[in-house]
C-alpha cells in the first residue's frame, strides 16, 4: 500500500462516481452540515446547481390556436403529460446491463465509455466501498484502465511527476464535467434499488446506509490535497513512490488524486460538491 507501479501495460485508473462515486452519490444525512459549512465552488466548465423542478410540457394556445383545435391542444397536452410521468421499468440486478448502458450514455457518452463493463452495478458499489475506507483495490478496478502506462521523468533534481502524466486523466475528468447534477441524481433514484441490493451483501448495520457509504467515499476524495507544485518521486525499488512522506502517508484514494493532477482534482472535487449540496437538499425534502 502507498505505492504505485511502472508497467508498460494498461493501468487501473483508480477513479470513477463516482464515484461517481460520483455516478451513485444520494441523498443522507452523514453530512447534513455540508449546508451551513461548505461553499458550492464554481469553476469554468462547471454548471451551477439548481433544484430539480418538475418538467411541464405547455402548449402556447396564441401561437397555434390558427393550426389545432382546441381538441387537439387538450389531445397533445394529455399525451405529454402521460409520457413524462410514466415511470421507466426497471429489470433486475442480473439483467440491467443494457438498461444501465443506455442510461449513462444518455448522461454522458464520454463517461459511458470509461464505465463499460459488464455488472457495473455491482462493480461501482463495490469501488465505493472500497473508497470509503481509503482503500483502492486493483481487483475491483481492473475494468477501468487506462491505455497509457505511468509517466514520471528525471532531471538535475531528481524524479517527479511531469504534467504529461496529469493528462492521462483529463478525458475522465471531462466526462465528470460533462455530467449533469440533476440528470445523474435522476439517474441514482432510478437504479437505486439495484445499488441497494448490492449494499445489502456487505452486512453493514441496519442503521449505516447505502447513502453513508457513498458520502464517506466522497470525503476521501473531497480531502485530497491539490498540489500546484512539483512532486518529487523516490524509486527504492521497482516501485515509485512520493519523495514527500506526508504525500506517501495519504490513503491509496487520495493518492490517486495526486496523480491526476491539480487541474482535473479541482474538476472532480467541485463536480462532487455540486452533488453532495444537491443530496443535502434531496435530504431536506424527503
Not at 494498461?10 to 461517481?20: A, N
Not at 460520483?22 to 451551513?36: M, N
Not at 421507466?88 to 448522461?107: G, M, R
Not at 451483501?201 to 466522497?218: H, M, V, W
Given at each position: 500500500?502507498?505505492?504505485?507501479?511502472?508497467?508498460?501495460?494498461?493501468?487501473?485508473?483508480?477513479?470513477?462516481?463516482?464515484?461517481?462515486?460520483?455516478?451513485?452519490?444520494?441523498?443522507?444525512?452523514?453530512?447534513?452540515?455540508?449546508?451551513?459549512?461548505?461553499?458550492?465552488e464554481s469553476e469554468v466548465g462547471l454548471e451551477t446547481y439548481e433544484l430539480p423542478v418538475p418538467s411541464v410540457t405547455k402548449l402556447d394556445e396564441a401561437l397555434v390556436s390558427d393550426v389545432l383545435s382546441d381538441n387537439e391542444l387538450k389531445t397533445n397536452s394529455e399525451q405529454a403529460e402521460t409520457e413524462e410521468t410514466e415511470p421507466?421499468?426497471?429489470?433486475?440486478?442480473?439483467?440491467?446491463?443494457?438498461?444501465?448502458?443506455?442510461?449513462?450514455?444518455?448522461?454522458s457518452p464520454e463517461l459511458a465509455y470509461w464505465l463499460r463493463s459488464d455488472e457495473q452495478i455491482r462493480k461501482i458499489i463495490l469501488i465505493i466501498n472500497d473508497f470509503s475506507q481509503g482503500q483502492r483495490l486493483h481487483k475491483h478496478m481492473r475494468w477501468l484502465s487506462?491505455?497509457?502506462?505511468?509517466?514520471a521523468e528525471e532531471d538535475q533534481q531528481g524524479l517527479y511527476l511531469p504534467s504529461k502524466s496529469y493528462q492521462r486523466y483529463n478525458a475522465f475528468a471531462e466526462a465528470i464535467d460533462s455530467v449533469n447534477v440533476h440528470d445523474i441524481l435522476e439517474f441514482y433514484q432510478k437504479v437505486r434499488p439495484?445499488?441497494?441490493?448490492v449494499f445489502a451483501?456487505?452486512?453493514?448495520?441496519?442503521?449505516?446506509?447505502?447513502?453513508?457509504?457513498?458520502?464517506?467515499?466522497?470525503a476521501e476524495i473531497l480531502s485530497a490535497p491539490v498540489v500546484e507544485t512539483r512532486i518529487a518521486l523516490i524509486k527504492p525499488s521497482v516501485l515509485y513512490?512520493?519523495?514527500?512522506?506526508?504525500?506517501?502517508?495519504?490513503?491509496p484514494v487520495q493518492k490517486q488524486m495526486l496523480r491526476m493532477g491539480p487541474q482535473n482534482t479541482r474538476i472532480i472535487q467541485n463536480?462532487?460538491?455540486?452533488?453532495?449540496?444537491?443530496?443535502?437538499?434531496?435530504?431536506?425534502?424527503?
Open positions: 500500500m502507498g505505492r504505485y507501479d511502472l508497467y508498460q501495460r494498461r493501468k487501473p485508473i483508480g477513479m470513477t462516481v463516482f464515484l461517481l462515486i460520483l455516478l451513485l452519490i444520494i441523498a443522507g444525512g452523514v453530512w447534513l452540515y455540508w449546508r451551513s459549512t461548505q461553499t458550492i421507466t421499468a426497471v429489470p433486475s440486478l442480473k439483467e440491467s446491463d443494457d438498461f444501465i448502458n443506455e442510461k449513462l450514455t444518455a448522461l487506462l491505455d497509457e502506462p505511468f509517466i439495484l445499488c441497494q441490493e451483501q456487505f452486512g453493514y448495520p441496519d442503521s449505516y446506509r447505502l447513502e453513508d457509504l457513498i458520502k464517506k467515499a466522497g513512490q512520493f519523495a514527500d512522506n506526508d504525500m506517501e502517508a495519504l490513503s463536480k462532487l460538491r455540486l452533488l453532495i449540496e444537491a443530496l443535502i437538499n434531496m435530504d431536506d425534502t424527503n
